[in-house]
C-alpha cells in the first residue's frame, strides 16, 4: 500500500456534533457517534462522513455530516467546518499503523513549514466514508486530516 501526503482544498461541511472531556476511550468515541446516527435516523436527516477531532487536550468532538434543514437540539449541536485547504492522508489502518502515519504527517508539514510553503497548522481529524465499527470499506478508507494555513 502506497500513503501519500498531499494539500487539498475541502468544501465547507455540515455536522451535527457531540463534544465532551475527558481521558481518551474507544467506547466513549464509538458511543457518542451512536448516539448521533439515532439521533439523525430519528430526524430523517441524511448523513454523509464521520468526522472525529480533539480540539484542545482531552476534548473531543465527533460529528455526523448532514444534508438539509437542521437545527441542534439537548447535546447535540449543529456545526459548521468551513472550505480550508488541508494536507492529507488516506490509508487502511490495518496496513499501515495510524500512529505511523500520524508521525509522518507531523514530520512533512514541519518541513513544508520550515520552507515557507505554509504559516500554519490546526487540528488533526480524522474522516471516515460510513461507520468505521460496523463498515470494514469505511474503516479500510480511513483520511487523516489538517487544516493548514498558507
Excluded: C
Aim: a positive charge.
Amino acid at each position: 500500500m502506497t500513503v501519500d501526503f498531499e494539500f487539498k482544498r475541502v468544501p465547507k461541511l455540515r455536522a451535527i456534533t457531540a463534544t465532551w472531556k475527558g481521558p481518551w476511550n474507544e467506547k466513549r468515541i464509538q458511543k457518542e457517534f451512536e448516539t448521533l446516527e439515532k439521533w439523525a435516523k430519528a430526524r430523517k436527516l441524511r448523513t454523509g462522513r464521520w468526522i472525529f477531532l480533539e480540539p484542545g487536550e482531552r476534548q473531543w468532538l465527533v460529528g455526523l455530516e448532514v444534508r438539509g434543514a437542521v437545527t441542534g437540539e439537548g447535546p447535540v449541536r449543529l456545526r459548521s467546518f468551513p472550505a480550508a485547504r488541508v494536507a492529507q492522508a488516506a490509508f487502511d489502518p490495518n496496513v499501515v499503523a495510524p500512529r505511523v502515519i500520524y508521525h509522518g504527517l507531523t514530520d512533512w508539514l514541519r518541513w513544508r513549514k520550515k520552507d515557507k510553503e505554509i504559516r500554519s497548522v490546526g487540528a488533526y481529524r480524522e474522516i471516515y466514508p460510513g461507520n468505521p465499527w460496523r463498515d470494514k470499506s469505511a474503516w479500510a478508507a480511513t483520511t487523516i486530516q489538517v487544516v493548514v494555513r498558507p
